[in-house]
């Protein structure tokens, strides 16, 4: 219970701050992570310990591609890991699943609203050779949004997916 009030705290004032800032906080993140990996190890011992770093590996490992293209802010890594750290690898990865349906379905409505969705499908379809988003002028990625949101999104309709 109380890994998923630490959850719930974490993930309101990641959305609020990457919002108004473009910014998930460290003095968030790392404490949750701390949080997860204190709670479960004190809860269930070393299979605790295990859990929740096995959940901080999974949230890690789910986002570090994205993030070392450029696509991808490390804050948004680290609040993955802080979901796996207080929720475990089963429950991060559920989580991503819907996290990245969120994502899909956001970048789409602003592409569509934008009324760029075409240009960006010439540019994914013709454009094979790019390979990283570094060569983007981050000023003119302006259908890119905060992945937070959809972080936060994602996790909410997983965990009452879980609750049901």
């Known amino acids: 219970m109380m890994t998923i009030v630490i959850l719930f705290l974490a993930l309101a004032i990641s959305l609020v701050t990457d919002l108004k800032r473009r910014k998930i906080l460290n003095i968030v993140t790392f404490p949750a992570m ?6 479960n190890t004190f809860l269930l011992g070393w299979d605790g310990l295990l859990f929740s770093t096995l959940g901080l590996i999974t949230g890690f490992a789910l986002l570090v591609i994205p993030y070392a293209l450029g696509g991808m802010a490390a ?25 990245a349906i969120i994502g899909g379905m956001i970048a789409f409505l602003i592409l569509l609203v934008k009324k760029e969705l075409l240009h960006s499908m010439k540019r ?24 937070g949101v959809a972080i936060v999104l994602g996790t909410v309709c997983y ?4 609750f049901l």
Do not use: C, R
């Open 34 to 39: 701390i949080a997860g990996l204190t709670i």
């Open 75 to 99: 804050g948004d890594v680290k609040l993955l890991m802080a979901i796996g750290a207080l929720k475990g690898a089963v429950f991060v990865f559920g989580s991503f699943l819907y996290i």
């Open 124 to 147: 994914i379809i013709f454009s094979a050779q790019l390979k990283t988003l570094q060569g983007l002028n981050k000023n003119e990625m302006h259908h890119a949004f905060p992945y």
């Open 159 to 162: 965990t009452g997916v879980t």
